[in-house]
């Protein structure tokens, strides 16, 4: 197996524990507007689309009411998620000490990965930065353009590391190492499991002394 030259990240659920941030401030902005509860389970069956397609799905008669509203409460309740995993700092710097290229793409819209970024103290770590779009899913598409940016590096010297199903299915696209990451309680080891990523990790830890031997 040739060694790794570049990492592109996923952010929720693989940086830090957002999507109960995600979810907090979905509701807060969608449930006034549309009047009425929504459960996690009806919140989370839109994703895929940014927030904006969200926004969209949820409350189609309040969209700038309820776009505003989401980054509003999305900055206002980020100190529910504080800080990236333990772990994520060090192994970035780790990475960048080494000379090893970094992305990230994610489906958050630009503005939410913004505040994160900024919030969580990782903005000036990525080469690339590729988000969603309310259209739909485009991570294979943005996973896609950072590789072609890096066309000194071959695809099989890159992985992409996300705790979702479909960031393994977006690798695949785009012919590059998937990794599943599996640290976070909102993730669902057994559906990773089952789509056969090339490695699966379930602690920070063990993911960057892999990651680190491999580099």
């Known amino acids: 197996m040739s ?15 957002t999507l109960p941030l995600c979810i907090s401030a979905f509701r807060k902005s969608i449930e006034p507007l549309i009047g009425k509860s929504l ?3 009806e919140i989370i069956a839109t994703f895929g689309p940014s927030e904006e397609g969200t926004i969209m799905a949820l409350a189609p008669d309040h969209y700038e009411q309820g776009i505003a509203a989401y980054l509003q409460h999305y900055k206002a309740l980020h100190n529910m998620c504080p800080a990236p995993f333990p772990g994520i700092i060090n192994l970035l710097n780790t990475l960048k000490s080494k000379d090893i290229h970094i992305a ?9 990965t913004e505040i994160s ?3 969580l103290g990782l ?4 080469e690339a930065v ?3 779009s309310k259209e739909g899913p ?3 598409e943005g996973i896609q353009e950072v590789v072609n940016s890096w066309n000194n590096i071959k695809s099989e010297d890159i992985v992409y590391i996300g705790d979702a199903p479909g960031d393994i299915i977006a690798s695949r696209k785009a012919s590059i190492r998937a990794i599943a990451a599996a640290w976070a309680d909102t993730t669902a080891p057994e559906e990773l499991n089952e789509l056969k990523p090339d ?5 920070v830890h063990d993911f960057s002394e892999w990651i680190l031997a491999m580099c």
């Open 3 to 17: 060694k790794i030259k570049a990492v592109i990240f996923d952010l929720d659920g693989t940086l830090a524990d």
């Open 138 to 140: 485009r991570k294979a």
């Open 199 to 203: 490695q699966i990790f379930y602690t």
């Open 117 to 119: 970024l900024s919030y």
């Open 104 to 112: 990230m793409v994610t489906g958050k819209g630009e503005y939410s």
């Open 39 to 41: 459960s996690d389970a």
């Open 130 to 132: 590729e988000t969603g």
């Open 123 to 126: 903005a000036g770590f990525f």
